[in-house]
């Protein structure tokens, strides 16, 4: 995140920059069949080995364009993330550098105030809602975007001396000027499994959990933070015994997915259940039940109005259970 006072704003160039496959085009409808997971497939070269360069990346924001954030929100119109380019009353804000699309250097500009900037054309909408007709690489460049700028906003102060630090690298460091301590944008790993036991005849079934805090009636796979000196496996493992009293053998890791709600990495595992028996811990679970893939598919192609429904298509858990029914 560098100050945005900085920049210079050569009009005759920003004048010259031509669509970057932001600015327009619209999808039909608020939903989108979603071929990969949301939040992945980033296309953007993020040039790290050059946005350590002050002078290098000053001539990027010269030719930016500019998605603005508002609470947490990216500018969205006509169904697209809408990159705009620099107006002079965003002189004192902060940006960060997103990357190259291409040779255009695309940038996020977080803007500040309780009401709603007015941009012309469009609104800022969250961005779960956004994940659900949003193009995927949309979805995955405001995802970077709003984990980045969710980042500095929680950390703008020295975790060692507690002096306020300065903003480098086009966002991706913070120094400290006070004792020099270098930080850096976290992103917490997050194992989210699908515990599966199959038969002597070869049958396969999958276990779901109610978590206390979904909204009914919502069943999903099971999730939680890895530990410091964890493996992944060791997680996986732990969490099922920790939320379903669940033992569990092999761990095969199946996918991965951004989740920027503030900043997680979700690592989706198939865990190999070495019994039936559960039981719930009461505390984080309140209710377990095992799915055959005859179910899951019927529960995935049309939601069935009983007591649970699955997970919707923007969460891995959903590809998790796909996966594994479709197989």
Known sequence: MFNARNVKRDLRQLSRIGNCGFCCGTLSG?????TSIPFSGNPLDRASDRRGDSAWLQAQAAAGLYLPFWQNRPFIAEDRVKFLPWRSEWEDRSC?????????????????????????????????AGAFFLPG?????AGQAKA??????????????????????????????????????????????????????????????RNKRFPLPLYSA????????????????????????????????????????????????????LS????????????????????????????????MKLPVAIAIAYHLIKDWAGH
């Open 137 to 141: 690489r949309d979805t995955a460049i």
């Open 222 to 273: 099971f999730a939680g933070f890895i530990e410091p000196g964890e493996t992944m496996e060791e997680a996986v493992r732990r969490e099922l015994r920790e939320e379903a009293n669940l033992q569990a053998g092999a761990v095969t890791y199946h996918a991965s997915q951004p989740w920027p709600f503030p900043s997680s990495l979700m690592l989706g595992c198939y865990a190999q259940a």
């Open 276 to 307: 039936r028996e559960f039981q719930v811990d009461g505390h984080e679970i309140e209710a377990a039940r095992w799915l055959t893939k005859e179910e899951a598919r019927l529960r995935l192609a049309q939601p069935i109005e009983d007591e």
């Open 30 to 34: 608020k939903t989108r069949e979603m």
């Open 96 to 128: 960060i550098f997103l990357g190259l699309d291409d040779t255009q250097p695309l940038f996020a500009v977080d803007l500040p105030g309780e009401s709603e900037p007015v941009l012309g054309e469009g609104t800022f909408q969250e961005m779960r």
């Open 148 to 209: 980045l700028l969710d980042w500095h906003k929680r950390h703008g102060f020295c975790a060692n001396c507690g002096t306020a630090t300065q903003s480098l690298d086009g966002g991706y460091r913070r120094l400290c000027p006070h004792c020099g301590a270098e930080h850096f944008p976290r992103t917490d790993p997050v194992v989210i499994m699908l515990p599966v036991f199959k038969h002597q005849d070869g049958r396969e079934e999958c276990l779901v959990g």
